[in-house]
């Protein structure tokens, strides 16, 4: 245990707050949802790439910055301290790209990663489907083989970013007949072209957020398979590894949330009321609990335990987070109920935050799902109805 | 920026085990319930022989200069095993209560026999606060109003208190303090101490937590029923999921506490009192599912279940329970009432 940073932290923190301070929009930008709103993400994230900061986490050779999760940690803290935009290529950079570096051709690696790093090139993750979800080995669009490449038939649904990406990592069925497992492919689709449809569903926060993309006979070269064929289960497997690793600076974010609760109680009427001022103070304490977790998380170097904290991290952080908006609905009363919400504070957002935050214990594995794997994988009980 | 154990910590915390789950298994809790918690000579003899009694205590006085965070280690593993022993006060408390105030005299008579286990002390940070093993006690130090005043056994009347948990030894502690002179200590000193208290319960809840979550999911495993072991049905393996969960979130703040307790004493006031709010409540949810889990024989005395349950209950309220501690947040949070 050494809770203080280091001066090569310390000089860090220093460089990247100084960025920061200069370069980040005193206006907010459009929405990510809308097409303009994309263009000037787009631009802030150049910058960003442009200076060294758009995959920290990444290895010198593909254009990161090789740093550790701490700095990486005091990265998070500074861009919310700085109020910056919200990150664009989120999935490219957290989760597909790190497995294009695991598993990918050399010629791959090139092709691929430095258009993630440029926002070029935006991308979205393919695996569920309408009769696949939490039993996503079940998933049945396929790819079969058609010349050179692959023709895709079928559906994925709840694509997150779909409507704006050009590219998707996607989970297929290459065969079928022996262990359900063992038949699926990791492809790397293009997916501006014919045999492909986008069709955007609005989610509870408003916005259109994800989508359902239909594939009728789309092509795939040989060359954009990832990892080998009918091994795109494990691919599956490492990528959501590194999903989980992306978040480690996350608790800044509820951290600030919780200061802010306390803000807002200390005006507001209601806030003087004894049991709410209790319930923020457990939140309080929940976040205090779940930074030095993520600390930890951060200085773990052994990949078993990082594994065995990852499901932990998700179950708490959603709930965590689920928690602190309904306490700021209780705070703001009968104000909550309002959809114009720009002066509910949480810099004009609360509504899309709290819809948002009811989601995180449906994505990224269900939480009754990562509790199968915690009571089954970690604590070794028996197999049963789960 | 290291916020997890580092390897001598970790040798540490194995070390402990070790002579812990040797010094005082299962059986010997029991006789410690029967003979109602007497002071086991020959078992603080063998911490005292691992140095595990000089933790805190620094080197020149011959403990091994360790820092709060190998303190917390420590304690998890006593509670790991319900250690009947009140090794918090007397490796923890009373240390750090000597070394608070400023007579060498003190420091040269008690911390040497601490470490080495031939001295055995007693601490009462609140008026009212029942005491460990005062019968056993060559000194009791009594703190109140920003002083500490170390009694005789011929200085005070000790009375038992019978507890719920028979291992734990408590006692009534009547004496008349204006008869035994003052030793000034600086405030913040004092509140440290009181952290240091409330923070090392919360370590030996988390071992407590741990062992009855351990235990639980071996019954589960074994027991059968419907044709398949219990611990195979969803409801079980969800309820010991958020178990694990809470006690793995438990760790990394206590640990944090313990260093900020050596670093910076402010912020690690606050810690301390955020960890041992967080694992109170944790060791009680935990405490619940436990016996749940268990079913008829959780609940049968004879059944080894209840050293753990009864030890948790009566930890999860020493030195401040949840309610308490997060009461104290609240009124840091909104200072103006
Ligand atoms: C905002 C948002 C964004 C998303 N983005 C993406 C994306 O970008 N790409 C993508 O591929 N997917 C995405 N998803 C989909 C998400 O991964 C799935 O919704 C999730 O895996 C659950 O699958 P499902 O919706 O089919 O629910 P189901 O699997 O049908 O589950 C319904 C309920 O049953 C429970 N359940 C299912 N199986 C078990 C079991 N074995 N034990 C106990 N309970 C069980 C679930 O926990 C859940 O409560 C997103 C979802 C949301 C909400």
Known sequence: MDLSYTEDEQRARQRIRGWLDEHVPAEPLPAQHTAEGVEAHRRWERLLHGAGFAALHWPREYGGAGADAVTQAIFQEEYLRARAPRRLNRLALGLIGPSIMDFGTADQKRRFLPA???????????????????????????????????????????????????????????????????????????????????????????????????FDGAKVPKSHVLGAVDDGWRVALAALVHERATGVGNYAQFSDDVAQLVRLARDAERGSDPVLRSRIAQLFIDTEVFRAHMQRVASVRHEGELARLANITKLFWSELETRIFETASELLGAEAERADHGDLGFSGDFQRRYWHARASKIYAGTNEIQRNVIATRVLGLPRGDG | MFADLNDDQRALRGLAREVLEGACPAPAVRRSWQDGGELDRARWAQLAGSDLLGVTVPERFGGLSLGS????????????????????????????????????????????????????????????????????????????????????????????????????????????????????????????????????????????????????VRHVSQRRQFGRAVGSFQAIQHALANCHVLVEMCRPTVWQAGYLLDHNVDAGLAAAGVAKAYASAAASHVNDVALQCHGGIGFAWEHDLHLWLKRGKSLERAYGSADDHRRQVVTRLFPDE
């Open chain 1, 116 to 214: 993630m790093l440029t926002c070029d090139e935006l991308w979205c993750q393919g695996f569920s489907e309408p009769e696949s979800g939490s039993d996503l080995a079940s998933l049945r669009t396929r790819a079969e083989p058609d010349g050179d490449g692959y023709r895709v038939t079928g559906q994925k649904v709840w694509t997150s970013l779909a409507a704006f990406a050009s590219w998707m990592f996607a989970l297929v069925r290459t065969s079928s007949g022996g262990k359900r497992h063992d038949g699926l492919t990791m492809l790397l689709v293009p997916l501006r072209q014919d045999g492909v449809v986008v069709r955007p569903i609005r989610q509870l926060d408003g916005e259109a957020g994800f989508a359902e993309v239909f």
């Open chain 2, 69 to 216: 965070v190998e303190w917390t280690v420590l304690l998890e593993e006593a509670g790991r095993v319900v250690l009947p022993e009140p090794l918090l006060e007397v490796a923890g408390l009373a240390p750090a209560l000597i070394l608070a105030q400023a007579g060498d005299d003190l420091r040269d008579r008690w911390l040497p026999a601490l470490a080495s286990g031939k001295a055995f002390v007693a601490v009462q940070l609140r008026p009212g606060d029942l005491v460990a093993h005062l019968d056993s006690a060559q000194a009791v130090l009594v703190v109140r109003d920003d002083a500490l005043r170390v009694l005789e056994p011929a200085d005070l009347t000790a009375t038992r208190v019978p507890t719920v948990d028979r291992s734990r030894r408590l006692f009534r502690l009547d004496a008349d303090l204006t008869a035994v002179a003052p030793r000034p200590v600086p405030r913040d000193r004092l509140r440290r101490v009181a952290a240091l208290a409330a923070l090392g319960t919360a370590a030996m809840l988390v071992g407590v937590s741990a062992a009855l979550l351990d235990r639980t």
